[in-house]
Every structure is written in structure tokens, then in C-alpha cells.
């Protein structure tokens, strides 16, 4: 993940790659040219098609196999299992990343400019309720009445609590905070980060 920036639509899936999973989930097994045929031109042009198949190919979501001279594809095995451990790890990975980060923000913090401490508070703040949501998607996959990652998700309450402390007692809190917390309470967030030159976007 680029550190520098962050679109928060960056996984999302396209229309296309839609298609080209319910064009293989009715023709089960289906070779590279026969999948191409059903597709183009009548749903999209064959570069966007080749582009969406590479794309599904390298999320997992399709497998790709040789059967003679033919490439063909199907739906990857197993990929509707999750192991809870694997997931686990990963976001505690992540979450110890977020709170390195976190400690160099305020090591130059008060050197930035208004737009930047809103932009990269926001970009650290937005990491930690991501993870926070990643642990309790586990939790309701495991056992939706119990919290075993209770204390996983306190530590990331605490990464949360203490952006939100730098901002409050920096000198420019009046401007930060309230516009922190304006773009979070919107649900409407769009913003790059870039140290040079950041954006932040209301959407309408």
C-alpha cells in the first residue's frame, strides 16, 4: 500500500469484472477465446476485457489453468474460505504499521501546514477504523455474540484517541478539528495525500 496516498475506492470492483465473473460462473471452465467471444463487443471492448481478467486473476478471485493449448477459467477453490488466523495476523501487522506511523505524524507534526496535518491525521485516523471494522468482520465470522478482539480494537481506539489529542492541543487545532471531524461525520470522504501538494475533497 502507497503510504502517500489514499482512495478509498482503490478496491473496489469494476462492472466489467462483474460481467466477466458471471460470464464464467454460467460457462463453467470456459476458455480465454469462447469468454472474449460472449463479451466483447456486447459488454465491453476487448482491452477492458483482457484488463478486467488480469485484474480478477491477480485478486484470486478466478483461476486460471492449461488445458492443452487453451487457457481456461474457473472460479478459485477454497476462495470463499477465510482462515481466521491469517486474517488475524495481517491485521495486527497492519495495526502495528499504523502506530509507527502514527509516532513519526507527531515527531513533525507542528511543522506542517494546516491542510496537511488534516489530510495526514485523516489519512492515520481512516487506517485505524479500517482495521477496526477488518476485526470485527472477523469477530461476526467466528461468533457474532462473543468479542474475542476486544482488546485488539481498544489498541486501535488508542492510536484513534491520541491523533485526535495531537490535533486538539496543537496550535492550529481550530481549524484541524473541526474539520476532521466535518469530513468524518459526512460519510462523503475523497482526499489524496500527498506531503507536497495534498487535496482534500467534500463530496457533495
Not at 458471471?22 to 463453467?28: G, R
Not at 483482457?50 to 481456461?72: C, D, F, N, P, W
Not at 478539528?177 to 487535496?199: A, G, H, W
Request: charged share 30%; hydrophobic share 40%; aromatic share 6%.
Amino acid at each position: 500500500m502507497d503510504w502517500a496516498q489514499l482512495h478509498p475506492n482503490s478496491n473496489e470492483m469494476t462492472h466489467y469484472e462483474f460481467e466477466i465473473l458471471e460470464t464464467i460462473q454460467k460457462n463453467p471452465d470456459i476458455h480465454h477465446n469462447a469468454l472474449l467471444k460472449l463479451v466483447v463487443p456486447k459488454f465491453m471492448a476487448k482491452k477492458t476485457a483482457e484488463k478486467a481478467i488480469k485484474s480478477l486473476s491477480e485478486r484470486g478471485m478466478i483461476y486460471i489453468h492449461k488445458v492443452g493449448r487453451q487457457t481456461q477459467y474457473s472460479f478459485n477453490e477454497g476462495k470463499d474460505q477465510i482462515n481466521p488466523e491469517d486474517l488475524k495476523k495481517s491485521i495486527l501487522i497492519w495495526s502495528l504499521v499504523d502506530a509507527s506511523e502514527v509516532k513519526q505524524l507527531k515527531q513533525r507534526y507542528s511543522e506542517l501546514s494546516t491542510m496537511q496535518k488534516t489530510a495526514e491525521s485523516l489519512f492515520q485516523i481512516q487506517l485505524a477504523l479500517q482495521n477496526i471494522s477488518k476485526l470485527t468482520f472477523l469477530e461476526a465470522l467466528e461468533n457474532p455474540n462473543e468479542e474475542p478482539l476486544k482488546n485488539e480494537k481498544l489498541k486501535l481506539k488508542k492510536i484513534i484517541r491520541n491523533i485526535i489529542d495531537m490535533v486538539r492541543k496543537d496550535k492550529d487545532y481550530k481549524i484541524v478539528y473541526p474539520v476532521i471531524i466535518q469530513i468524518l461525520s459526512s460519510r462523503k470522504l475523497d482526499f489524496s495525500l500527498n506531503i507536497k501538494n495534498p487535496e482534500l475533497i467534500i463530496k457533495s
